[in-house]
């Protein structure tokens, strides 16, 4: 069956640092791939997406790679704030519109000040 | 535009209680998703709607029951509930015709279940 890993533990990264988060996929063959970001107590958020024949998105401070070969996304947070601080989600979607997204279990990020 | 809204916020239920929790989105999206989110694994799907009045199971259906009679109402039944149902709920819709499937959530609904 498909399996998503992430950071297998909390990253605590310094203000002004980049932050670099990890999603590896075994098992499946995504026509995409979604980054949200969750904040505790409430629901993910939509970041970016990044299809199966792009090798690089950016939005403002965040970079998206996705590697198919590897099997692995990165996300890079740069010049990181404490505002940044949350969980991150990476997510895999299928090439029919009724395929059901798989989400990764998460990495916590803190931006210490 | 109030996005995707959930109903309620907070419950606690004795074992074997029935409850249910609403979805609600002013999106006119086609697709809506429960899932329930427990430490260390992520959001785990238990059941989508592809349309109103049409249903399909997701990983991890067995004690939920849902229903699509609106398109813009989703409901997410517990007809006994067990303590392994304590969790995070979270609805979420989207549309395919976006281009982004990105999904939308709402606030989340905690469960406990006594």
């Known amino acids: 069956s498909q399996k998503i890993e992430q950071n297998s533990e909390a990253l605590n990264i310094q203000e002004g640092k980049t932050a670099t988060l990890t999603c590896n996929y075994t098992?499946?063959?995504?026509?995409?791939l979604q980054w949200y970001r969750q904040d505790p107590g409430r629901g993910p958020v939509f970041l970016l997406l990044i299809r199966e024949n792009e090798k690089e998105k950016r939005k403002e401070r965040l970079k998206v790679t996705f590697d198919t070969t590897l099997k692995q996304s990165l996300f890079h947070i740069t010049a990181s704030q404490p505002a940044d601080s949350a969980t991150y989600l990476c997510a895999l979607g299928g090439w029919a519109s009724y395929d059901k997204v798989i989400f990764g279990p998460g990495t916590s990020l803190s931006v210490i000040p | 535009n109030a996005g995707v809204t959930q109903t309620p916020k907070f419950r606690v239920l004795k074992t074997g209680q029935s409850m249910t929790l609403l979805c609600a989105q002013d999106?006119?999206?086609?697709?809506m998703y429960w899932y329930r989110q427990d430490p260390g694994m992520g959001l785990r799907l238990i059941h989508y709607s592809v349309g109103e009045g049409t249903t399909a199971k997701g990983e991890v259906p067995d004690g939920y029951n849902v229903s699509r009679l609106k398109k813009q109402n989703f409901l997410l039944g517990l007809e006994s509930a067990a303590p392994s149902q304590t969790s995070v709920y979270f609805c979420?819709?989207?549309?395919?015709?976006?281009?982004?499937?990105?999904?939308?959530f709402g606030p989340g609904t905690r469960l406990t279940v006594l």
């Open positions: 979420a819709s989207t549309s395919p015709a976006s281009g982004t499937d990105t999904q939308y």
């Open positions: 098992n499946y063959s995504p026509a995409y």
């Open positions: 999106m006119n999206h086609e697709y």
